[in-house]
């Protein structure tokens, strides 16, 4: 049996400490928690967990979010971003969030291993009915959403025993 | 002045661990950057660096095969390393230092934590 905190709770905790800690910006729940991004905005990556349990983690977010966090991290005027550093600075933002959650979501003498982060194409594939969703936005209301897909990981969002 | 590696196949992890020690002092430092472990191995046995500071989980070579190889070779294994990584728990940490590892941080870091590992080095 795995040992692990409240699956919903680890994720928030961890978005909070990583927007706070690299581009010094706040989230809380989005107000309307039917929003979706619309699928000309939206920018997204994915990574796979390996271990202790399969399961992947989603990032997206408005490219708008994404233009201002990599303007924030890089210390840069919107019109001197490229496309690297947007694609980087998502890849590291989950990469970061997602081992967070894993250290916040199991106990701690579970080791994990996390695979590298792969940017997303096109639209967000159609979500497993397992799936658990993260509606955030900032405090200047820019959307971003976290995803958990797999049956073996979000199967951890049953209390531990 | 010191010579500092860091090695994170991310730029912007590699920008933001160079902000950290910046901010701790460090600006004067020579930093030479590796996207991965054989690239930062390479460096390492080039310029024989004061400090590396790893990532854990990079594509090619990752932290963990960097570290083994860096204790294993008579030229570099007192080279202080430095893991920082976003899959550490208390139970790799245990792992890593076993193999050898000065420290090791999970992301996001911080400039106290950065500070506070670094202390002995900084005095140095």
């Not at chain 1, 905190?5 to 680890?10: C, E, F, I, T």
């Not at chain 1, 991004?37 to 490219?63: F, N, Y």
């Not at chain 2, 090695?7 to 430092?29: N, Q, Y």
């Not at chain 2, 460096?43 to 963990?64: I, Q, Y």
């Amino acid at each position: 049996m795995i040992e692990h905190k409240p699956l919903y709770q680890a994720m928030q905790q961890a978005v909070s400490q990583t927007l706070e800690n690299m581009a010094f910006m706040e989230v809380m729940e989005h107000f309307d928690p039917d929003y979706e991004i619309p699928a000309e905005q939206l920018a997204w990556t994915s990574l796979l967990i390996s271990d202790p349990v399969q399961g992947e983690v989603r990032l997206a977010m408005t490219k708008t979010l994404l233009e201002k966090l990599t303007a924030a991290i890089f210390a840069l005027e919107p019109e001197e971003i490229s496309q690297a550093q947007m694609d980087d600075i998502l890849h590291e933002l989950l990469n970061t969030i997602a081992g967070l959650f894993m250290t916040n979501l199991l106990a701690d003498n579970q080791t994990f291993q996390l695979g590298l982060p792969e940017a997303g194409e096109g639209e967000l594939p159609e979500l497993e009915e397992s799936a658990v969703v993260w509606k955030l936005m900032t405090a200047d209301e820019d959307p971003l959403q976290l995803f958990a897909v797999g049956v073996p990981l979000v199967a951890l969002n049953k209390p531990a025993e | 002045m010191k010579r500092i590696i860091i090695a994170d196949d991310s730029a912007t992890a590699r920008m933001f661990i160079k902000r950290c020690l910046d901010i701790i002092g460090l600006s004067e430092a020579e930093y030479v950057e590796a996207e991965h472990g054989k690239e930062a191995l390479a460096a390492a046995k080039e310029k024989l660096p004061d400090l590396l500071l790893t990532d854990l989980n990079m594509p090619v070579m990752d932290g963990e095969t960097l570290l083994k190889w860096v204790k294993a070779s008579p030229k570099l294994c007192d080279l202080p390393v430095i893991v920082i990584t976003s899959a550490g728990n208390p139970a790799k940490e245990a792992q890593l230092l076993k193999l050898g590892a000065r420290q090791v941080l999970n992301k996001p870091v911080s400039p106290p934590v950065m500070m506070q590992a670094l202390a002995d080095f900084l005095d140095d």
